[in-house]
């Protein structure tokens, strides 16, 4: 069974640009969470998507933005970038029947912000 | 607010030794616990997670020990090889609707 795919793997935007980023799920998985990594922070919830519905939130901007489509497969979105978004992307997959269990991770979209 | 630390940042052990990595919680609504391993360039790869009706799970080669009472975490890798160098990461879920909230993780080297 495949894994967590993200797209694209590394992506260079200057200030002010917005990006999206891809994330599919392993097959089956329903649910889809998105994290922010950095070296200063860790790892970041931003929010959770369960059969197309926003489930959690966690505390960003309104600039974090992110999706679900009827096949699992999320987008999240960054607009008006600031070069404090550089950060490693992580989306997570789960069955998604309780919120947060055994979620497994794709290598991330590495966000450089100049 | 409520968060999860890691006592150690960097954890160096001899191949064939036991490691102990530990993680102090302080949400007593934690329900769910889970163990992440994170190599240099990839996404954090799960390795058990437990509940907290639970004081002890075990894996291949790796068990979790929870500790209620003092809301501690423990990850016990046995034999550890070289492979197992990485940084680790706890994580909580402080309720049952609540989202995972990751620990600032230990990196772990294993020497030869």
């Known amino acids: 069974k495949a894994g967590v795919t993200q797209t694209p793997r590394y992506l260079i935007k200057t200030r002010g640009q917005q990006v999206t980023l891809s994330c599919s799920p392993i097959?089956?998985?329903?649910?889809v969470s998105w994290y922010q990594q950095t070296p200063g922070q860790g790892l970041q919830f931003l929010f959770e998507y369960f059969s197309e519905t926003q489930r959690n939130k966690g505390n960003f901007p309104g600039r974090f933005s992110g999706r679900q489509f009827s096949n699992s497969r999320s987008e999240m979105n960054v607009s008006t970038l600031e070069l404090g978004d550089s950060a490693l992307y992580l989306c997570?997959?789960?069955?998604?029947?309780?919120?947060?269990?055994?979620?497994?991770f794709g290598s991330g979209t590495q966000l450089s912000v100049l | 607010g409520e968060s999860v630390g890691l006592h150690l940042p960097t954890l160096s052990v001899q191949e064939g030794d036991n490691s102990i990595i530990n993680c102090a919680y302080s949400n007593s609504a934690s329900d769910y616990f889970i163990w992440y391993k994170q190599e240099s360039g990839k996404g954090p790869q799960f390795i058990i997670d437990i509940r907290s009706n639970m004081d002890k799970r075990q894996g291949q080669r790796v068990t979790v020990l929870l500790n209620k009472t003092v809301k501690h975490l423990s990850l016990q890798i046995a034999a550890t090889q070289p492979g197992d160098s990485a940084v680790y990461f706890c994580?909580?879920?402080?309720?049952?609707?609540?989202?995972?909230?990751f620990g600032t993780g230990t990196r772990l080297q294993v020497t030869l």
């Open positions: 097959s089956g998985h329903r649910s």
């Open positions: 994580a909580e879920r402080g309720g049952t609707a609540s989202k995972l909230t």
């Open positions: 997570a997959s789960s069955l998604g029947g309780t919120v947060g269990e055994k979620l497994f």
